[in-house]
C-alpha cells in the first residue's frame, strides 16, 4: 500500500490536468452574425468557452455566445465585412481553461490574393 501526505495550506488547489480542448472549429459568416461549430472533446467539459481576436496575435477576448446546438453557438456581436479570429476551449468545473482548440498561428501567412 502506498499513501502520499501533502504539506501545506490545506485550502490549496492540487492542479489536474485541464481539459481536453475540442476540435474542428469552424466558423461560417452571416448577416451581423458568426456561427461556430466544434467537435466536443470525449471527455466531456464543464463549459466551451470561445475566445475572439481582430488579428492572430493581438489579445483575445472571452465572448458570450448564443447557444445554438449542443455543439455550436452563434456570435452576434460581430460587424459585417470585419475579419474574426476564434479558438475555443474547454473548461473544467472549477473554471479554469484548458488548451485552445487552435493556435491560429498559420493565420494570414500566405501570400496576399
Known sequence: MQSYTFLGDPASQIAT???????GLAAAGGNGQVTLSWTPPAVAPAAIRIHRALTPASTY???????AGPSSCTDTSVANATRYYYFATSVDGD???GARSNPNDDCDAGPAA
Open 17 to 23: 490536468p485541464a481539459p481536453p480542448p475540442p476540435t
Open 61 to 67: 477576448q472571452v465572448i458570450t455566445c448564443a447557444p
Open 95 to 97: 473554471g479554469f481553461d
